[in-house]
């Protein structure tokens, strides 16, 4: 079940696969690099 990640550099908002959840990912929008984490709410 995907999880929503808010992006820290430009807020947008992704729906992420829970095997993603704790791997670097990079905003489609504005390129900034995050880890998705496990504590986000799920979509």
């Known amino acids: 079940m995907p999880f929503q990640l808010t992006c820290p550099g430009c807020g947008a908002i992704h ?21 998705g984490k496990g504590d986000t709410h799920q979509s």
Not at 15 to 35: I, W
């Open 15 to 35: 729906a992420v696969d829970e095997q993603y959840v704790g791997k670097m990912g990079k905003c489609n929008k504005c390129g900034t690099k995050r880890r």
